[in-house]
T-cell receptor, first 114, second 115 residues
Framework: AQSVTQLDSQVPVFEEAPVELRCNYSSSVSVYLFWYVQYPNQGLQLLLK??????LVKGINGFEAEFNKSQTSFHLRKPSVHISDTAEYFC????????????FGAGTTVTVRA | NAGVMQNPRHLVRRRGQEARLRCSPM?????VYWYRQLPEEGLKFMVYLQKENIIDESGMPKERFSAEFPKEGPSILRIQQVVRGDSAAYFC?????????????FGEGSRLTVL
């Protein structure tokens, strides 16, 4: 079965501390991987994506993610967060057998405190 | 430079009424996707449309739900005879090409509450 799991529903973090959001997927086919962010009262915005090539992907706002094929993971990291990073983060996967459908995880709410 | 526009942002309906959600894609985009987010869950694919055509409606409930994307005007997601379980956030996304690299641009969502 194909699925996307975000292991943490809530992540509180202090300003300037690092953060890691975990995402695992289950698939028998190759995948494209994405992280989206949703700021309060806004639509989803693409942070970064992995299609092929280097497994370390850099995105906007200082975020990066690493694709680990053996562990079927695509964890998102930022070395130092700001208050403005408070948002909900969604991991999403395109299973290449369905080449336009994004399958989303349940989301991780990051709350950055001063 | 407007993004994907959805309206209404919030809609309240009583059981049995109809809900119509509208989505205007970004300029130059002819591919539209609808996703639904139930409480505590991730977004789930509902339907993929191009102008005047439904390409894939495999995620749509078999009854009461329909979608269209006419030649002129916004895409419409229509829910007839709403029930409490239809309460959710409905997101529209658009792309210039078929979205197989995830380059989808999302709207802010329409939040439906069924009383």
């Amino acid at each position: 079965a194909q699925s996307v799991t975000q292991l943490d529903s809530q992540v509180p973090v202090f300003e300037e501390a690092p953060v890691e959001l975990r995402c695992n997927y289950s698939s028998s086919v190759s995948v494209y991987l994405f992280w989206y962010v949703q700021y309060p009262n806004q639509g989803l915005q693409l942070l970064l994506k992995y299609l092929s090539g280097s497994t370390l992907v850099k995105g906007i706002n200082g975020f990066e993610a690493e694709f680990n094929k053996s562990q079927t993971s695509f964890h998102l990291r930022k070395p130092s967060v700001h208050i403005s990073d408070t948002a909900e983060y969604f991991c999403a996967v395109i299973f290449r057998s369905n080449d336009y459908k994004l399958s989303f995880g349940a989301g991780t709410t990051v709350t950055v405190r001063a | 430079n407007a993004g994907v526009m959805q309206n209404p942002r919030h809609l309240v309906r009583r059981r049995g009424q109809e809900a119509r959600l509208r989505c205007s894609p970004m300029k130059g985009h002819s591919h539209v996707y609808w996703y639904r987010q139930l409480p505590e869950e991730g977004l789930k694919f509902m339907v993929y449309l191009q102008k005047e055509n439904i390409i894939d409606e495999s995620g749509m409930p078999k009854e009461r739900f329909s979608a269209e994307f006419p030649k002129e005007g916004p895409s419409i997601l229509r829910i007839q005879q709403v029930v409490r379980g239809d309460s959710a956030a409905y997101f529209c996304a658009s792309s210039r090409e078929r979205g197989n690299t995830g380059e989808l641009f999302f709207g802010e969502g329409s939040r439906l509450t069924v009383l």
